[in-house]
Each structure stands twice: as C-alpha cells, then as structure tokens.
C-alpha cells in the first residue's frame, strides 16, 4: 500500500517546480519525504501509545492509593464503632444495675 501511495506521488506535477527532464529526480524527493513522514508518524504513534500506558498505569495506581486510604478509614471507623458499642453495652449494664437497686430501695 506503501508503495501504491509513493508511486501515485511520483505522478504528480510538484506545481511547476521541476521540469520534465528531472522527474525522477522529483520521484526519488517524494519518496525520501514520504518515507520521512511515515517514519515521524510512526515515532508519534510510539509517542501517543507509551503516554497512554503512562496514563492508565498512573492511574490505576492513583486508584490504588484511594482504595488503600478507604479501607484504612473502614477499619478506624469499625474499631470505633467497636469501641462504643462495648461503651454502650457497659452503660445499659449499668443502668440494670442502677434499676435493680432502686428497685429493691422502694
């Protein structure tokens, strides 16, 4: 396909900047300028492609980062939560207590 689109550029007048006799002169500078772009186009394409692996590795980490502190503040906030639970089953035994007695007062 290369060699397709390199032969149709042969064909075409550089608008009137080589004459006739140094077509194939103009045939070989259209293909080394074909060459060159395909060559800077492919370098982009490895360019676009590493920044997009770059990206997305950057991001998963970041994620990883957010899953990571979310699961920390899971346990702080379930150790709290443990915390007042026990705090709250002391205070309704001392209520018990509490009411006990002043039952058996009355």
Do not use: P
Request: proline share 0%; glycine share 0%; net charge negative.
């Amino acid at each position: 396909m290369e060699s397709d689109f390199q032969a149709a550029l042969c064909t075409i007048d550089l608008k009137g900047e080589r004459a006739a006799n140094d077509e194939d002169h103009a045939c070989q500078d259209v293909q080394q300028r074909v060459h060159s772009f395909m060559t800077a186009a492919k370098d982009l394409e490895l360019y676009f492609n590493e920044m997009k692996t770059k990206s997305k590795s950057s991001h998963n980490d970041s994620l990883r980062k957010e899953i990571s502190a979310l699961e920390a503040e899971i346990k702080i906030k379930d150790e709290l939560l443990a915390t007042r639970t026990k705090d709250i089953a002391q205070w309704q035994k001392n209520l018990e207590e509490a009411k006990a007695l002043h039952e058996d007062q009355i």
